[in-house]
């Protein structure tokens, strides 16, 4: 079931129309579905039903927003968080510290003192040195903190290179040939609780065979540490599940990837973890949006000029990411356009010579596939301030983010007196 859907001409989301969030709320908007959010969940859970008491804990990077947050909450789900500022939110929607792992290259100090005092379940390690440092700080509190170690397995997961985190030479986790040696050194360490280990090989993965290569090359890595006399009682799978961007696109579904992982993991007597982000909120939200105006110039298609920019969405600028484009209230007539925000940089282009619903000046239109990796990488470049955010829950609605204005973002900045 679709809760974006026409309804007598007019795109919803669930019972909601467009047209009315535009209005009470301007635009740009990201437009989040509860219920969709709330049915990927369950997805992702029955896809794993296979398995033993998994543990799901939702990339909060991918869309942090309380509300959002406080659904999944309440789906039982925990979070994964890359960050002090993550770790506060995860708790603040809702989430128990116990299901909480912290993940990341470059906790600070800082973070890993605040990992410690709010009792996170899982810390995972990204290098030794990491792993040092974890174990001081805990010990002077007295206390030993449970960790998983992240090796890199060296799988290309074919994703785009900006996303794919699990080959040789990106800057995540141990090397899969060291991780035995530096598993055995941390164990040793009196703050630390060595249980198990972790990978993550990318995002937006339109195959399960890399995802199956790392599984397998962690199961051996598993075998091995145990046959060193090490404990290994959990293992954390990560996230990467990727999502159709385009209409008719295919891609693995949560129950694909489950009975995999059950086959893979058959014999490893462990705890699984997951850590799934964009396959639960990407296709939950939408990016709406007004056309300004559309200018032509030479003789190619024109340029549909919208109120949504890079700032807002950045994927397009950044990995050069598709979204499908479709107006509110499509008359049925075509068009081929350059789609583009207001922003002074040529970046700022969300597709050229597509194929859309005929739109002109004042129309409504959506980004698809916008609630994961949207709001959450807004900037205010231009001084154009912060994206607005609503969650629709059946025929209600609520502003779940402020739109923060640019006089707002200047409030914080100051002139010292010497000028
Ligand atoms: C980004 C990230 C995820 C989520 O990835 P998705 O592709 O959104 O599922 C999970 N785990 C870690 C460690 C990450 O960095």
Avoid at 412 to 418: G, K, M, T
Wanted: aromatic fraction near 6%.
């Amino acid at each position: 079931m679709d809760h974006f859907a026409l309804r007598n001409g007019v795109l919803h989301v669930e019972d909601v129309p467009l047209p009315a969030i535009a209005e009470a709320v301007g635009t740009p908007v990201y437009v989040y579905s509860r219920a969709t959010l709330v049915r990927h969940a369950q997805v992702f859970r029955e896809g794993l039903s296979g398995l033993d008491d998994p543990h799901i804990a939702f990339a909060v990077k991918s869309n942090p927003n309380l509300a959002v947050l406080r659904v999944l909450a309440k789906e039982g789900f925990g979070a994964d968080v890359v960050s002090g500022g993550e770790l506060t939110r995860a708790l603040a929607a809702g989430m128990k510290p116990d299901d909480v792992v912290f993940s990341g290259v470059g906790k600070t100090h800082a973070e890993l003192v605040q990992g410690i005092e709010v009792g996170i379940g899982q810390f995972n390690i990204e290098s030794e040195e990491e792993g040092h440092e974890l174990s001081l700080i805990a010990q002077r509190r007295g206390v030993r903190v449970a960790c998983a170690l992240r090796v890199n397995p060296d799988v290309d997961a074919r994703t785009h290179e900006k996303i794919s985190t699990g080959k040789r030479e990106n800057k995540f986790g141990v090397p899969l040939d060291r991780a035995a040696s530096i598993y055995a050194t941390l164990a040793e360490q009196p703050g630390l609780e060595m249980r198990g280990v972790a990978v993550h090989i990318g995002s937006q993965l339109g195959d399960l065979d890399p995802l199956e290569t790392a599984f397998t090359k962690l199961g051996a890595l598993i075998a091995e540490l145990r046959a060193n006399g090490q404990t290994v009682t959990h293992a954390d799978l990560g996230g990467g599940l990727g999502v159709p961007y385009k209409k008719g696109e295919t891609y693995p579904t949560p129950a694909e990837y489950g009975a995999m992982v059950a086959r893979v993991t058959r014999d490893w007597g462990v705890r699984l973890s997951f850590e799934p982000g964009r396959v639960i909120a990407g296709n939950a939200g939408v990016l709406l949006t007004r056309v300004i105006r559309s200018k032509r110039s030479g003789n190619g298609p024109p340029f549909v000029i919208v109120d949504a920019a890079m700032n807002d969405l950045a994927r397009p600028a950044m990995y050069g990411a598709w979204h499908d484009f479709d107006a509110v209230e499509p008359t049925g007539e075509r068009m081929t356009a350059h789609i583009v925000g207001p922003i002074c940089e040529t970046g700022d282009t969300f597709a050229m010579d597509r194929e859309i619903d005929a739109l002109s000046a004042g129309d409504l239109a959506v980004f698809r596939t916008a609630g994961a990796y949207g709001a959450t990488m807004a900037s205010s470049y231009n001084s154009r301030g912060y994206v607005a955010e609503v969650l629709v829950d059946g025929d209600r609605f609520a502003v779940v983010a402020d739109r923060i204005m640019p006089h707002s973002i200047m409030d914080a900045e100051r002139v010292p007196e010497w000028l």
